[in-house]
Nanobody
């Protein structure tokens, strides 16, 4: 059974940096995506950054590309999201998520489609960007 536990959220000023961590366990050896999604108040959950386990491809939403970096730690279990040049519109609950989904799914259908296909979610960690 996949378990995902996020940490690292908090309050940061605009322009600042913050890193999130997701401890993942129970991951299968098969093809899967793992990564970060977020949900701002009153808005739908959206994709932020994901990694495809088999081929190592990384995908970012247009709103965070160039500012956020997703990476994995030892044995691929921790998944990190390094965020810089944060903006007030980055304020959201950030969720770590997993989905046993084939390679090239995001290439074929996009990050928003992946969000709907992901099967396991952490409880989330709140990031607030405010002065």
């Amino acid at each position: 059974q996949v378990q995902l536990v996020e940490s690292g959220g908090g309050l940061v000023e605009p322009g600042g940096s913050l890193s999130l961590s997701c401890e993942a366990s129970g991951l299968p050896p098969d093809s899967y995506y793992i990564g970060w999604f977020r949900q701002a108040p009153g808005k739908e959950r959206e994709g932020v950054a994901v990694i495809q386990h088999n081929d190592g491809k990384v995908y970012y939403s247009d709103s965070v590309a160039g500012r956020f970096t997703i990476s994995r730690g030892n044995a691929g279990k921790p998944v990190y999201l390094h965020m810089k040049r944060l903006k007030p519109e980055d304020t959201a609950v950030y969720y770590c998520s997993f989905g046993a989904i084939r390679n090239e799914y995001v290439d074929d259908f996009g990050l928003d489609a992946l969000r709907k296909a992901m099967t396991d979610w952490g409880k989330g960690t709140l990031v607030t960007v405010s002065s």
